[in-house]
């Protein structure tokens, strides 16, 4: 497209921008808040003007207005008849909309967070069990709760012997992650997200106990002191790679793939790899970033055992190695070739996890559901006895305490949030994190923009969700009668399907509602 | 004693601060009503300062040996019980000796109706100053930094 002149559109706007001039005070808070530009002020007539070709629908003049003059509807779907394309089931708004852009620009759609397309959701097609007079529920505020976990291969058994003070273990436990919360940060680079929002995770996962993922990116320098509470990737660009990242960090994560777009690289474009991001990825200032779509040194189960035993020989056999996949097809067949690989953690990232960018049609229809692979992974290591050989952490668009206890209950050691976390700091969802303008100042580095988020105040806000998630599990398990995290990992029998095929519940492994 | 404190690093220029500290200093405290009439629309005492992607709000920095006291002519310029630097309003001749003397910039002049320096006065109605409580970001903080 460089020499070929751009086709226009001729697309009404996504979203309706609707300013009640009666509450306006041309104060301008919305055009300087907005990184489109949708708002400009006319000092001639006293007024401002809102072009809503420009908004992406992210809320972030209506949630900072002082006087709450502006309302933004979002999506000609969710404004029916504006567009006039609302009486056709078949032809979408979604559709006619791409295919407008496609003729004009002849590229791939690009979009940002996870897919959001009406596919089951199984979360809300699973209840929770509760005790009620055979068995007594517990009260979280009265009695110990143990949310406390461990991530790591597990020994076969335990042996144990009498010491001089007493008995000890004569087995040597490998090494394990103590997460005082199952909650996890799920990966996102430094490059993707800004360093404040990096800073604000890191510095939420050492106040609660558990860790963030510094993605792709690499560690920056000034995260050394939260290296501890970090969780360091090792991708397939091999960014910010060194001996000092692996041996600093708490454990290192070998990804695989990524729930939102399974089987693709990522690109970070040169523009956005100034002097701080060349620094940390280890790449000259303004060259395009580049994560080729697979490991190209890992075509089989046997090379990835390769790098998981390199990675262990350059710790010293002192940390939990991860290996991250996209939930595919197969996925109960490839855990358990990475369990046998040696993986000590094994995360798996359903179809609904979040990116920075992917093309639209990857993030939309490739993949599937986190809870179906997670049953069927845990299931399948179950079924061959490898289970304990390695935790499992289910990631994928985790939005509720209640989805991350059914998880468990479904064979999950923990889950990882990303989407979630960022939502706590502003974000809306409005998926348009690749064009590198986030308005909340999340999925951008320019310097004007990532100032929005003050890793201080969006730490707390981190903390404080992750709390209050955390008292919920409590709350619950307390209602089923259990009294630590680690006794429903995997406890089925304390869910029940409603509305799902046979099938469905085949592949869950659980029982039907009155069953 | 407490005072504002601007944090630049956090600043995002949304001046919201300028729109709550003239809301604040209107009779009617609504926005709305403060903004109808730019002739009696009272003036910004949280000055927004902006070079690039940085920026900040800036009031008075209620000096303990506040320069603006010693050069009032007048003795308009004193100290309220809090400890706030205040200016009296029937006392000033708006001489802007007080202007010229502040080492941060922090007073306004109101020549509208008549001469008069403006400066913050920690809104003597309320617990937090208005701008504190409508920056999103903490870029403005109300504590004591001693």
């Known amino acids: ?515 | 004693m407490k005072r504002v404190y601007p944090v630049e690093e956090h600043c995002m220029a949304c001046r919201r601060c300028e729109v709550a500290c003239i809301v604040e200093h209107s009779p009617s405290k609504d926005p709305v009503k403060a903004y109808s009439n730019p002739a009696t629309r009272p003036l910004n005492r949280a000055i927004f300062e902006e070079k690039g992607p940085r920026s900040f709000s800036l009031m008075c920095r209620q000096c303990e040996d506040a320069p603006c006291i010693e050069a009032c002519m007048t003795g308009a310029m004193g100290r309220d019980a809090r400890g706030v630097v205040v200016v009296d309003e029937g006392r000033c001749v708006g001489c802007w000796m007080c202007l010229m003397v502040c080492p941060y910039g922090a007073l306004q002049r109101e020549e509208r109706t008549r001469k008069i320096s403006l400066k913050c006065d920690l809104c003597p109605d309320r617990e937090t100053p208005a701008c504190v409580e409508a920056c999103t970001n903490r870029a403005l903080v109300f504590e004591d930094e001693s």
Not at chain 1, 335 to 363: E, Y
Not at chain 1, 445 to 464: M, W
Request: aromatic share 6%.
């Open chain 1, 1 to 515: 497209m460089d020499d070929k002149e751009m086709l226009r559109t001729l697309l009404p706007p996504d979203c309706r921008v609707i300013r009640d001039e009666g509450k306006c005070i041309r104060c301008q808070v919305c055009v300087r808040q907005c990184s489109y530009e949708t708002h400009s002020y006319d000092p001639a007539e006293d007024t401002i003007r809102s072009d809503e070709s420009r908004c992406v629908g992210c809320f972030r003049c209506q949630a900072m207005c002082p006087t709450g003059a502006l309302t933004v509807l979002r999506g000609a779907e969710t404004a029916p008849g504006h567009y006039g394309y609302s009486d056709n089931d078949y032809w979408t708004a979604r559709h006619i909309r791409a295919i407008g852009k496609q003729a004009a620009t002849g590229g791939i759609l690009l979009t940002g967070m996870g897919c959001p397309l009406d596919y089951p959701v199984y979360w809300d097609r699973i209840l929770l069990d509760a005790s009620q007079v055979t068995n007594p529920s517990i009260d979280p505020l009265r009695e110990p709760m143990e949310l406390r976990t461990f991530l790591g291969a597990k020994p076969d058994r335990m042996e144990i012997e009498m010491g001089p003070t007493g008995l000890r273990a004569k087995t040597t436990v490998p090494p394990q992650l103590e997460l005082k919360t199952p909650i996890l940060f799920s990966a996102m680079s430094y490059g993707a997200v800004n360093l404040n929002v990096c800073e604000a995770l890191a510095r939420a996962a050492k106040e609660l106990g558990t860790y963030w993922n510094t993605g792709e990116g690499g560690l920056p320098r000034s995260l050394y002191p939260y290296a501890d509470h970090t969780i360091v990737q090792v991708a397939s660009g091999r960014f910010g790679v060194h001996a000092e990242y692996l041996q600093t960090a708490a454990a290192i994560e070998i990804k695989i793939g990524q729930g939102a777009k399974p089987g693709i690289g990522g690109h970070l474009p040169g523009e956005k790899v100034f002097e701080m991001v060349s620094e940390t990825r280890m790449i000259p200032e303004g060259t395009d970033a580049i994560s080729p779509a697979p490991q190209h040194d890992i075509y089989s189960i046997e090379d990835l055992k390769q790098l998981v035993f390199a990675l262990k020989e350059a710790t010293n056999y002192s940390k939990p190695i991860f290996v991250k996949i996209a939930a595919v097809h197969n996925v109960a067949a490839i855990a358990s070739g990475i369990v046998r690989g040696g993986a000590d953690v094994i995360a798996i990232d359903g179809f609904r996890g979040g990116t920075g960018a992917a093309p639209t049609v990857i993030r939309d229809n490739v993949g599937i559901p986190i809870e179906l692979a997670l049953a069927a992974v845990d299931s399948r290591l179950r079924q061959e006895g490898i289970r304990q050989q390695a935790s499992i952490v289910a990631a994928g668009g985790f939005r509720s305490s209640a989805d991350i206890i059914k998880a468990i209950a479904l064979g999950a050691d923990a889950i990882y949030i990303g989407t979630a976390a960022l939502v706590a700091m502003g974000c809306t969802v409005c998926q348009k994190c690749y064009t590198g303008k986030c308005p909340w100042g999340i999925a951008t580095n320019d310097p004007y923009l990532a100032r929005r988020v003050n890793p201080e105040l969006a730490g707390e806000r981190v903390v404080n969700l992750i709390r209050a998630w955390s008292s919920e599990i409590e709350e619950m398990l307390g209602g089923m009668g259990i009294n630590a995290i680690e006794s429903l990992r995997g406890n089925r029998l304390h869910l029940r399907g409603i509305g799902l095929t046979q099938k469905e519940l085949e592949i869950l492994g659980i029982l039907h509602a009155g069953e």
